[in-house]
């Protein structure tokens, strides 16, 4: 037998089982973005390289160690897109969709990350993200923010997540604070963890975020962002959470939240759970008013946020939110018994898929002996198994056999539909 050839590691199958999960969560998120005006964009998975490079920032961790870059069979430089944001913007631009006007955007698909795989951390995974373009105000970030409260709601989740808030100010205001920092932190440089010295060139406000220890205790005296809020961005700030508050959406500030990415300014948020272990945020996002410059269109009001469908559906899992009608499952099983049954069988199994919508007709096919083909009506887990011979093709008729109960009887196949509807909407 020839070798197998495996998936790519930190690259998942999402298998039937599993499937359903991801259609109820994607559907859910589609009914809550619709009902608030934003439509969907889909854009390529492979971007140029420079797009990435500006857009989500050089000394992003992204940039600078994630991103599966490859040369064309023309020598440019591609990337598997790591993220949407930057896509969004490239797209959208390019279209004139950001032209003065007002966009409400939303899309979903595969992101690439050269990551090392573990629960909740995957090399491709999927993001749902929601971006709103020409709005500068307060009141579009809380939109975001009401909305994906909104989808905790709907799934059952809204009390297993967490919402943190911060200000991240202007670009001013983070280069005077970064300044701040760095002179404090030199001081403590040997105390800090190896991916915080780096950064202390490189990306310093990331050494916020940083999970180590002894880099956090060296932090407690560090200079705080908030003292270099400047009056525009402190108003702004609270602004979003009187809209928060009279939304009835509570929210914990946390000062040290800061953005992996490069383009986020005033508002940054994420909503964490305490369910996943270390991969805690399932949604994060921000504003992003100098991103559309950045990458050459006109300047641009931008905020938004991506959620990440894997931590979604293991959370959903985690927590026993699926419910049953999400699940893939037969409510009719047809059986039939010689040639001419057969065929019956095939024309009345359309009639029920054509006049009840919404019911699942699974047929028998392939023939083969009466227990048999029982047998696989009961694995199948069928409310109802619809059992067809000769005999019942000569009279017109066609058993039905409840398969909670065992009882059966003999319905007209005129009659079909009506007497399945009835049986189904008994149990
Ligand atoms: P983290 O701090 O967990 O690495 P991030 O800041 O890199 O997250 P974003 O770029 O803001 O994440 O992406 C938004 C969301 O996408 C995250 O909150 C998370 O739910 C999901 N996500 C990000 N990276 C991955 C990954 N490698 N595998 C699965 N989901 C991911
Ligand atoms: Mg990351």
């Not at 989740?157 to 202007?170: A, F, K, R, S």
Request: net charge negative; charged share 25%.
């Amino acid at each position: 037998m020839a070798r197998k050839i495996q998936a790519i590691r930190g690259m998942n199958d999402i298998l039937p089982g599993q499937s359903s999960v991801w259609q109820y969560l994607e559907s859910t998120v589609a009914d809550v973005v619709k009902s608030y005006g934003y439509q969907q964009i889909r854009f390529p998975i492979v971007e140029n390289t420079d797009l990435f490079k500006r857009g989500v920032g050089e000394t992003t961790d992204i940039v600078e160690k994630e991103m599966y870059t490859f040369e064309d069979r023309n020598g440019e430089s591609l990337t598997l897109r790591p993220e949407g944001t930057a896509s969004c913007v490239r797209a959208a631009d390019q279209a004139g969709l950001l032209f003065n006007q007002v966009q409400r955007l939303w899309y979903t698909g595969p992101m690439f990350r050269y990551e090392r795989p573990q629960k909740g951390r995957y090399r491709q995974f999927h993001q749902i993200g929601v971006e709103a373009f020409g709005m500068a105000s307060a009141d579009v970030d809380a939109e975001l923010i009401v909305l994906s409260a909104r989808l905790w709601k709907k799934l059952g989740l809204l009390e297993h997540v967490e919402l943190q808030l911060n200000t991240i100010g202007l670009a001013s205001e983070r280069e005077a604070y970064k300044a701040a920092l760095v002179d404090y932190l030199t001081e403590f440089k040997d105390q800090l963890d190896e991916d915080s010295q780096r950064r202390l060139t490189t990306n310093p406000l990331r050494i916020l975020d940083s999970k180590d220890e002894a880099t956090q205790a060296v932090l407690n005296n560090a200079p705080s962002l908030r003292d270099f809020i400047g009056e525009e961005s402190q108003a702004h700030f609270e602004r979003l959470q009187a809209i928060l508050t009279a939304n009835g959406v509570p929210f914990v500030i946390n000062h040290r939240l800061v953005r992996g990415l490069d383009y986020y300014g005033k508002t940054v948020f994420e909503w964490v759970t305490a369910h996943l272990g270390a991969q805690a945020t399932v949604c994060a996002g921000g504003r992003y008013d100098g991103l559309v410059e950045q990458l050459g269109g006109k300047a641009t009001p931008a905020v938004g946020f991506a959620m990440g469908i894997e931590r979604l559906v293991l959370l959903l899992e985690t927590l026993e939110l699926i419910p049953e009608e999400a699940k893939a499952s037969t409510d009719v099983f047809v059986v039939s018994l010689g040639e001419d049954a057969e065929i019956t069988s095939s024309v009345l199994a359309e009639t029920l898929r054509s006049e009840l919508a919404g019911v699942t007709v699974l047929r028998h096919c392939g023939g083969g002996n009466f227990k048999n083909q029982m047998k696989k009506a009961n694995n199948s887990g069928a409310r109802l198994t619809l059992i067809l011979g000769q005999e019942e093709v000569e009279q017109g008729i066609c058993q039905v056999k409840d398969m909670q109960t065992g009882d059966q009887e003999s319905c007209q196949i005129a009659d079909i539909a009506n007497c399945v509807n009835a049986k189904l909407q008994l149990n």
